[in-house]
């Protein structure tokens, strides 16, 4: 029994594909607000037929619902006001994910990851073109996408662009190599918007990259692999040379931390301010934390006078450290857990000829992830619990040879 008659299931799987992966770069902070109602729809559909077990008798969908429910009674516990526990609705999208990767799993089929790469190339060629418009027509510094800002546009290129990179691996014609220009693409689009945070998932991509296409590609030979690690020593030193502006201070601000020495760029200083701040503030309610509407009071306490101007920011710039002072050690397992979810997802998911193509994604999300969040908010800010959820979702549900058997 499907969710929706099939003309309107395919309709809605389409507007799902299209919006999170080619129109996200342009739409900006709107798209999580469209793919919600969307989704919030097809879970009402997947009750009033009685189909809500099925769309979480999976893994993946029952550890995102878990955890939500977690989050839920922890916001509800730590509650000053009956609106603080509403603060879970930041994470709805875990709730909604079960219905929808059932919905776009009725849509799967050999050349499901091909056309997830298309439209993941498309997307990043939008998100390119409207950070030059913003330089070059605009005349801004740090240009922006029309919606979105330039780290959080940053952080969604790299995303989407390297899970495109993805489709070489399973598919193997002439033009296979042709999606590596989709990731240069996102970190070009970086560069020039200056973020200097999602620059620190690069090389970590680029590596698990290089080890995939070495495994999968070139079967592990060894001298495939001293020249991609001469490839990527030379690329790196060009990078290095190439890079102006916020960008290049990164390596001034290693080089201060190497040495143990004050670092003298601002914004660094700042997060470290907060970091510390939050650190005393986890210490203070270690097992479920101060709640998510608590986060930024139970932290300022312990700024100090000159830095107490930067508890206006509505969060830590650490997603380890947002979940350990909003729900304490129970806070970073649910984190630690939501992290996990595409890789636990791409493990258990059928043999067939997308795994590889699962396995690879999920780990590009997780990387992606995991290094952002060093320096900003990504789970619970909407458009990046957006992006994770429904990416995992399209590999986990979407990317299968065939749609799984009737419950």
Same mark, same amino acid.
């Given at each position: 029994?499907?969710?929706?008659?099939?003309?309107?299931?395919?309709?809605?799987?389409?507007?799902?594909?299209?919006?999170?992966?080619?129109?996200?770069?342009?739409?900006?902070?709107?798209?999580?607000?469209?793919?919600?109602?969307?989704?919030?729809?097809?879970? +009402? &559909? =997947?009750? #009033?037929? /009685?189909?809500?077990?099925?769309?979480? $008798?999976?893994? !993946?969908?029952? @550890? %995102?619902?878990? *955890?939500?429910?977690?989050?839920?009674?922890?916001?509800?516990?730590?509650?000053?006001?009956?609106?603080?526990?509403?603060?879970?609705?930041?994470?709805?999208?875990?709730?909604?994910?079960?219905?929808?990767?059932?919905?776009?799993?009725?849509?799967?089929?050999?050349?499901?990851?091909?056309?997830?790469?298309?439209?993941?190339?498309?997307?990043?060629?939008?998100?390119?073109?409207?950070?030059?418009?913003?330089?070059?027509?605009?005349?801004?510094?740090?240009?922006?996408?029309?919606?979105?800002?330039?780290?959080?546009?940053?952080?969604?290129?790299?995303?989407?662009?390297?899970?495109?990179?993805?489709?070489?691996?399973?598919?193997?014609?002439?033009?296979?190599?042709?999606?590596?220009?989709?990731?240069?693409?996102?970190? +070009? &689009? =970086?560069? #020039?918007? /200056?973020?200097?945070?999602?620059?620190? $998932?690069?090389? !970590?991509?680029? @590596? %698990?990259?290089? *080890?995939?296409?070495?495994?999968?590609?070139?079967?592990?030979?060894?001298?495939?692999?001293?020249?991609?690690?001469?490839?990527?020593?030379?690329?790196?030193?060009?990078?290095?040379?190439?890079?102006?502006?916020?960008?290049?201070?990164?390596?001034?601000?290693?080089?201060?931390?190497?040495?143990?020495?004050?670092?003298?760029?601002?914004?660094?200083?700042?997060?470290?301010?907060?970091?510390?701040?939050?650190?005393?503030?986890?210490?203070?309610?270690?097992?479920?934390?101060?709640?998510?509407?608590?986060?930024?009071?139970?932290?300022?306490?312990?700024?100090?006078?000159?830095?107490?101007?930067?508890?206006?920011?509505?969060?830590?710039?650490?997603?380890?450290?947002?979940?350990?002072?909003?729900?304490?050690?129970?806070?970073?397992?649910?984190? #630690?857990?939501?992290?996990?979810?595409?890789?636990?997802?791409?493990?258990?998911?059928?043999?067939?000829?997308?795994?590889?193509?699962?396995?690879?994604?999920?780990?590009?999300?997780?990387?992606?992830?995991?290094?952002?969040?060093?320096?900003?908010?990504?789970?619970?800010?909407?458009?990046?619990?957006?992006?994770?959820?429904?990416?995992?979702?399209?590999?986990?549900?979407?990317?299968?040879?065939?749609?799984?058997?009737?419950?």
């Amino acid at each position: 029994m499907r969710l929706l008659a099939p003309a309107a299931e395919r309709a809605v799987a389409i507007t799902l594909l299209v919006l999170v992966l080619a129109a996200s770069p342009l739409l900006g902070l709107i798209t999580p607000y469209l793919v919600a109602l969307i989704c919030i729809g097809v879970w +009402l &559909a =997947t009750l #009033l037929q /009685g189909r809500l077990a099925a769309a979480y $008798a999976d893994l !993946p969908s029952r @550890l %995102l619902l878990g *955890v939500f429910v977690v989050l839920g009674v922890l916001f509800a516990v730590t509650a000053d006001a009956p609106s603080d526990a509403l603060r879970v609705f930041n994470f709805i999208m875990l709730l909604l994910f079960g219905p929808v990767a059932l919905l776009l799993a009725q849509r799967a089929g050999p050349d499901s990851a091909q056309r997830v790469a298309a439209l993941a190339a498309i997307g990043v060629a939008l998100g390119l073109l409207s950070i030059l418009w913003d330089l070059l027509v605009n005349g801004e510094s740090r240009p922006r996408g029309f919606n979105i800002g330039p780290i959080v546009l940053s952080n969604a290129l790299l995303a989407i662009a390297f899970l495109a990179l993805g489709a070489a691996l399973v598919y193997r014609g002439r033009r296979s190599w042709l999606y590596a220009a989709v990731p240069l693409a996102a970190i +070009l &689009a =970086t560069l #020039l918007t /200056g973020s200097r945070g999602p620059l620190l $998932a690069v090389p !970590p991509l680029l @590596l %698990l990259s290089l *080890v995939w296409f070495w495994r999968a590609r070139f079967r592990g030979s060894p001298r495939i692999a001293l020249w991609a690690l001469g490839a990527l020593a030379v690329a790196a030193v060009l990078g290095f040379l190439l890079v102006q502006g916020r960008a290049a201070t990164m390596l001034t601000i290693l080089q201060q931390l190497a040495a143990g020495t004050a670092v003298v760029d601002e914004t660094t200083r700042i997060r470290f301010a907060l970091y510390e701040a939050g650190w005393q503030a986890f210490l203070q309610s270690p097992w479920i934390g101060h709640g998510w509407a608590n986060l930024m009071e139970a932290a300022t306490v312990h700024l100090r006078p000159e830095d107490v101007v930067f508890a206006r920011y509505p969060q830590l710039h650490n997603d380890f450290l947002n979940f350990a002072v909003a729900g304490g050690v129970v806070g970073v397992v649910c984190y #630690l857990l939501i992290l996990a979810t595409p890789l636990v997802g791409a493990l258990v998911s059928p043999r067939d000829s997308l795994r590889t193509f699962r396995l690879y994604g999920a780990s590009v999300l997780v990387v992606t992830y995991f290094f952002a969040g060093l320096t900003d908010l990504m789970f619970g800010f909407e458009f990046h619990t957006m992006l994770f959820v429904m990416l995992t979702a399209i590999l986990l549900g979407y990317c299968r040879e065939r749609p799984p058997a009737p419950a």
